[in-house]
């Protein structure tokens, strides 16, 4: 992820999880990759998957709010752009 590449981290994550579906880690990562292509239906489900074996981890809950964040703001910009076309 900090290379910038997000469709490689996802690869190696979903790798992780078929070895270990447990990894929190990895689900928490796929998540961040997921959210950085703005999947945010699939960033959730990661993310509640990591807090299934974490509950209470600071940094998913985080991350979890973030992506319903940055969610609707996506929605509210799409809002913005299509009604601008129909005038």
Not at 24 to 32: C, D, E, F, M, S
Not at 49 to 71: F, G, H, V, Y
Request: hydrophobic share 40%; proline share 5%; with cysteine.
């Amino acid at each position: 992820l900090k290379t910038g590449d997000p469709i490689g981290a996802l690869a190696l994550c979903k790798k992780v999880l078929l070895l270990d579906p447990q990894n929190p880690k990895a689900q928490y990562r796929a998540g961040l990759a997921l959210l950085e292509m703005k999947n945010f239906e699939e960033a959730r489900s990661s993310f509640m998957n990591a807090l299934k074996i974490q509950p209470n981890d600071k940094q998913i809950l985080s991350a979890l709010r973030k992506t319903n964040e940055r969610e609707k703001k996506c929605v509210h910009d799409e809002k913005r752009l299509f009604s601008n076309m129909f005038r």
